[in-house]
């Protein structure tokens, strides 16, 4: 064995030369192709791209979708926030719009309760907040010190940052004014009530109010410190800082929804598509605003804990109505309502094991971190239904990689601010990372979705520099800032949050990136889905009906002594290459149709139909060749002899043409996913010229061209008996293939059947443990 195995070298092709001719030709392809994306880049009109596709095979997913999710701030919603007015810090609930008449301390949280930073001299952070800073006409200068930009108020210089966190909801900053320190505390308003020590008896009607109209409302307070040094202000516990507060009013903002949101979503729900909002803004803020894009659209119940403090309800916004929970009841509910969950109450569904009961009936979750955003499109795939996730920011990266189809959005910033400014976007109030592919942070926000990056901006030491540092520079202190603001983004996170995600991850993370933050571009991505799902079917179909009849002529009929000759089958090649090529030209449709294509290339539909189909074909083949047979005299043909023209094989050719042709034209699918046979112009003329082709050579018109062909002259009878077949096996498929479309249409996935079956398998695990 060892003499067989090793006695001589291996005999191998030669490789090194192989290789070395391949690295020879791709010098030639990267030239070709640097030259084209030299003169793609020259060219503007081929810089107009709405999406970016990183993975080609998420495509016909887009086709199958079923149920789309999207964000709320910056995505549904616009990311220009507008500074309303404050409210609450007197007993009326009217909103006051004169800042001059609003308390100073009110004014003074909103200058400096903030995460904005200086970035190449401007200032760059969370819209929301430069909002406020703008409606209240203060300014806030590099050195972390804000003031009046009229009158003589003091100034308020910020000491310390305790920075959003998802689970806190809330941030906190301890300043300084004179000489006295005092803690600054925003976030959303269910939070702040447990840290105040008063609370005044409207305060809960009253941010309701507002956020029932759709306003983003943040709850201001802040309290006191005694004598301390700076030192001790910053080595503060922020528990600590956070607590024992004086509500100091709520000021309201208002995110305008995005001029097309309606109108695509209203589209998608018109397609057979189920919506879902997933956002972390307040629940009654998202109730409204989904009720404005048509997620909801009938009388919405919210889940809260009870007020006895024992088990949960279901309440609508008004708190009319109220129903007691039970993770039964939320099937039946949805039909009759839009149910909306909390963040608050994820721990109490998955502690029960209600999750996969509830979470797949619900078309609004509000309040949620972006762990849970990850929960909801893991527990919908679950069920069995096909995912879209849309979302702009960070915090969204989770949900965009575990949707099925997710499409991150992108503000369009232009060429020359890409590499050195900002534009930030606000994330459902929360602080996140500028959207993918631009270069500068944002600031973080405290009343709404949870930020993913944690500590993002610097926790600048400004207020009082040490003595080496008061001899620096303003650039050299502006340089040390940036280079802790780089390096805290660095950092990990507590644990709760998302973990950091570095800038332009957020479209890394989704096989589609749209460039202009819009939701848009998820119908044309269905609808090319779509289109790909139809054109991916029929040429399955195509191709399987052509490969039974191949397998039938190359079995049968070869032992019968039935060939093609080489131009026959030049010419039969150069139409099935033709109709390949155009039939896949066809574009899709400009609207979505509420009929969903067929998901599944192994279903009822396609088996019936090629089966039905192929009998019609096996039919016609074996009637024409026996009828062509009658003509012939007995004679033995051997199967490996040569081919010689005989009415068998001429008879055989043109049923083959015939074939050809039908499958194509039967099995094409245009409306109302594509365009139809007679508005794809090439794949028609291909056609015509087939059918031309068929009835010239049957009728024997140039006697010349038949027999360049080598076919024989036919009998009147059988040629005449010939046509009348063909189009009787064309009408007869095509009955067949809309019979069948009518019986088995397009639905959206039985996924309650599935999710019946996980939600009893929940129930016997709940037992046995």
């Known amino acids: 064995m060892r003499t067989i195995l090793f006695s001589t070298e291996r005999v191998t092709a030669n490789s090194w030369e192989s290789g070395l001719f391949i690295l020879f030709l791709l010098v030639f392809a990267i030239i070709a192709a640097g030259y084209v994306l030299r003169k793609g880049l020259e060219d503007p009109t081929r810089s107009n791209v709405e999406y970016f596709v990183l993975n ?125 320190f005092l803690v600054f505390v925003k976030g959303a308003p269910e939070t702040i009530q447990d840290r105040l020590l008063a609370l005044p008896p409207s305060y809960v009607d009253t941010y309701k109010k507002y956020t029932r109209q759709g306003s983003r409302v943040l709850a201001l307070a802040f309290k006191n410190l005694p004598d301390m040094t700076v030192s001790e202000a910053r080595s503060l516990d922020r528990d600590v800082v956070e607590t024992g507060l004086t509500f100091a009013g709520f000021a309201v903002f208002n995110c305008p929804i995005r001029v097309d949101s309606a109108a695509v979503l209203s589209e998608l729900k018109n397609s057979s598509h189920d919506l879902v909002m997933i956002t972390g803004d307040q629940a009654l803020t998202a109730c409204h605003v989904a009720s404005q894009v048509h997620i909801i659209t009938k009388p919405a119940l919210i889940l809260y804990p009870s007020r006895s403090g024992q088990g949960y309800e279901w309440i609508s916004p008004d708190e009319v109505e109220k129903i007691s929970y039970g993770d039964k009841e939320a099937e039946e509910l949805s039909e009759t309502h839009d149910l909306c969950v909390g963040g608050d109450c994820f721990e109490m569904l998955q502690q029960s094991s209600a999750v996969v009961g509830v979470i797949p009936y619900v078309k609004v979750f509000a309040r949620v971190a972006p762990e849970q955003k990850e929960l909801i499109l893991t527990t919908f795939k679950t069920v069995g239904r096909i995912t879209l996730m849309c979302g702009d920011g960070t915090n969204d990266v989770g949900a965009l990689k575990q949707a099925h189809v997710g499409v991150a959005l992108l503000n369009a910033v232009p060429p020359t601010q890409s590499g050195n400014t900002s534009s ?91 460039k202009h933050a819009s939701v848009a571009p998820t119908t044309d991505i269905i609808r090319q889905g779509r289109s790909t799902l139809v054109t991916t079917l029929q040429m399955f179909k195509i191709l399987g009906l052509n490969c039974l009849a191949t397998a039938y002529v190359l079995s049968v009929m070869y032992l019968d002594g039935v060939k093609l000759g080489d131009v026959q089958a030049t010419i039969s090649g150069v139409f099935t290459a033709a109709f390949f090529l155009f039939i896949s030209q066809a574009r899709p449709l400009p609207t979505l149709s509420a009929e969903r294509p067929h998901p599944n290339i192994f279903c009822f539909y396609v088996f019936l139909s090629l089966m039905g189909q192929f009998a019609i074909h096996l039919l016609f083949l074996m009637s024409s060749v026996k009828s062509a047979e009658k003509y012939m005299p007995d004679e033995c043909i051997e199967p490996d002899s040569e081919f010689h023209p005989n009415l068998v094989n001429t008879v055989s050719y043109m049923v083959s043409m015939m074939l050809q042709l039908a499958t194509f034209a039967v099995n094409y699918i245009g409306h109302p996913f594509n365009q139809s046979i007679t508005e794809s112009k090439p794949f028609l003329y291909a056609l015509l010229a087939a059918s031309g082709f068929f009835t010239v050579i049957t009728s024997d018109l140039f006697r010349g061209l038949n027999d360049w062909l080598k076919l024989v002259p036919l009998p009147p009878e059988l040629r005449n008996k010939l046509l009348i077949w063909a189009v009787l096996m064309f009408v007869s498929c095509y009955t067949w293939e809309r019979l069948l479309k009518w019986a088995f249409p397009g639905r959206i996935p039985a996924w309650k059947k599935n999710h019946q079956r996980l939600a009893a398998a929940n129930v016997e695990k709940k037992k046995n443990v």
């Open 56 to 180: 080609l095979f998420s495509i016909p997913f887009a086709g199958k979708v079923d149920i789309c999710c999207f964000d709320k701030t910056g995505t549904l919603t616009s990311d220009d926030m507008e500074f309303c007015g404050v409210v609450g810090h007197t007993e009326s609930t009217d909103l006051e719009t004169d800042m001059t008449k609003v308390p100073v301390c009110t004014a003074e949280i909103l200058a400096s309760c903030h995460a904005l930073v200086f970035v190449d001299n401007k200032l760059v952070g969370d819209p929301l907040e430069k909002a406020a800073l703008k409606g209240i006409d203060w300014s806030y200068k590099s050195d972390e010190k804000a003031m009046p930009k009229k009158g003589g108020g003091n100034a308020v210089q910020i000491v310390q940052r305790h920075h959003f966190a998802s689970h806190l909801k809330r941030m906190a900053v301890i300043v300084r004014i004179q000489e006295e």
């Open 424 to 514: 930030e976007t606000p994330k459902d109030g929360a602080l996140k990372l500028s959207k993918s592919k631009k270069a500068k942070p944002e600031a973080s926000n405290v009343n709404g979705e949870s930020s993913s990056r944690g500590k993002a901006v610097s926790r600048s030491d400004s207020a009082s520099q040490s003595a080496g540092n008061r001899h620096q520079t303003a650039a050299e202190m502006q340089r040390q800032r940036l280079k802790k603001l780089m390096e805290e983004m660095n950092e990990e996170g507590d644990g709760r949050s998302a973990p950091i995600v570095k800038l332009g991850d957020a479209s890394m993370a989704s096989p589609f990136t749209a």
